[in-house]
């Protein structure tokens, strides 16, 4: 994998003055309106907040918390943080009180941004009263000094901020339904590798001059959109970012985007497929499908009414998809690829490619990715996109590496010989027998 000297700031900071007063970020505000914000605006707001953060003279490398559903003013914080000093605690925006007091707590956060929310009545209740807090445009009602406040009382912070390579740029708290969440620590680092590494995938798909045009839906506070999404679109910087208004407005903030990439998750592509077939039941589909005269017609008609009619790379991820979908969306001609990846190693591990790829396996290694497979069947993986640690859990650490530095994921896999990877399991839902055998 090609890398540079480069991190994700130094990339940011370049995008900042040649593409000044290009479209970066796009956040519909309501009733049909959108907000869109150039670099040069994206930038001034999140050097003013940075400098704030600044002025509140928390400890190199504090962790500032960002409760919130995916917003322009997202991105715009996580820079703040970053250009301060500090390291973002992004929280999963659906979590209960008393797991956003968990995190606050064990993270130590000295700050919290609040931001678009659909239950913040339930979530509130976990935020320390002495904790200093600033509401993000969109938020539900609070007490908490608005970020515009403080944007138009604050001068920005000059110059291009230097973080070291080993600075822990994120703490991802992974979604606690599994138990108690632990934090996974991420570098500049590693973050910028991923990035580059991930926005080079991209271009083989889109071309190498065309612009990113992104619909950002899938939780930011999750590894797998803050990767592909924000970290890919920071450094290309030829890149358009629109956001996902509501539910109910789905379709319509896809149509608004039509982006050339679109990752998502399993639940919504059999979504788009049920929605589909309520339109049009299956059996009239295919018989239109197997009429040369019409196929294409219907196949351009069904993706443009999904918003996806421009898309050149279409992922799936973060959960298994039946095969047979993957197949019944290539036969519509959408160019729909699995992967595999993880919080652990920044959702790069796995992805299928143009030449290697079958409905059923989660890809081949992406480049800088060495695997393996263990005795017992355990995928094994090193990657650029590997974490550092987990945050005060050292007894973890110890036990999630092998001895030579490789990470237990966890889950059980195939390799076949093209290379492609097959899930086919957990490895804790193996056992040995007396004899020596794993069941």
């Known amino acids: 994998m090609a890398t540079t000297n480069k991190l994700i700031l130094d990339h940011i900071f370049e995008n900042e003055a040649s593409k000044a007063d290009s479209i970066y970020l796009t956040q519909p505000i309501g009733g049909g309106q959108v907000a869109d914000y150039t670099w040069r605006q994206t930038m001034d ?3 003013r907040m940075a400098a704030h953060i600044k002025s509140q003279n928390f400890e190199p490398g504090a962790r500032i918390a960002l409760l919130s559903k995916n917003s322009a003013h997202f991105i715009m914080a996580e820079l703040a943080i970053w250009m301060a000093g500090c390291t973002t605690v992004a929280i999963f925006p659906t979590e209960t009180a008393d797991t956003v007091k968990y995190v606050l707590e064990h993270s130590g956060a000295s700050m919290l941004f609040v931001g678009k929310l659909d239950i913040w009545d339930q979530q509130k209740g976990g935020v320390p009263a002495n904790l200093p807090c600033v509401a993000l445009p969109l938020s539900p009602k609070t007490s908490y000094e608005s970020w515009d406040s403080v944007i138009k009382r604050t001068q920005p912070l000059a110059g291009k901020v230097k973080r070291n390579p080993t600075d822990i740029a994120i703490l991802l708290y992974t979604s606690g339904s599994t138990g108690t969440p632990k934090g996974v620590m991420h570098s500049f680092e590693r973050v910028s590798r991923v990035g580059e590494g991930m926005l080079t995938e991209l271009k083989k798909y889109i071309g190498s001059e065309t612009d990113i045009r992104a619909l950002s839906y899938l939780p930011l506070a999750h590894v797998f959109e ?3 999404v924000e970290f890919t679109t920071l450094i290309a ?4 970012v629109y956001f996902a208004e509501s539910l109910d407005t789905f379709v319509a903030d896809l149509n608004r985007a039509r982006p050339n990439v679109f990752v998502s998750v399993p639940r919504l592509w059999l979504k788009f497929q049920q929605g589909v077939f309520a339109k049009m039941p299956p059996a009239k589909l295919d018989k239109l499908m197997k009429i040369p005269i019409l196929r294409s017609i219907v196949k351009k008609k069904i993706l443009k009414g999904l918003g996806l009619d421009k898309v050149l790379l279409a992922g799936s991820g973060s959960a298994p998809i039946p ?10 001609g ?3 690829m699995e992967g595999y990846g993880m919080s652990e190693d ?3 591990s796995h992805m299928s490619t143009a030449a290697v790829n079958a409905p059923g396996c989660v890809g081949v290694p992406m480049p800088g990715v060495l695997v393996k497979i263990s005795e017992e069947g355990e995928i094994q993986i090193k990657s650029p996109g590997q974490l550092v640690g987990y945050y005060k859990r050292p007894d973890l650490d110890a036990e999630s590496f092998t001895a030579d530095g490789y990470f237990k994921t966890g ?3 195939e390799r076949r010989a093209d290379g492609l990877l097959k899930i086919t399991g957990r490895v804790k839902e193996i056992f040995k027998t007396s004899k020596g055998e794993y069941v």
């Not at 910087?237 to 358009?240: L, V």
């Not at 095969?323 to 519509?332: T, V």
């Open 45 to 47: 707001q999140a050097r």
């Open 226 to 228: 803050r990767a592909w």
């Open 346 to 348: 920044m959702a790069f």
């Open 411 to 413: 889950d059980r896999g």
């Open 334 to 336: 959408l160019n729909l």
């Open 323 to 332: 095969p047979e979908l993957i197949s019944w969306y290539r036969r519509l």
């Open 237 to 240: 910087g030829t890149a358009h």
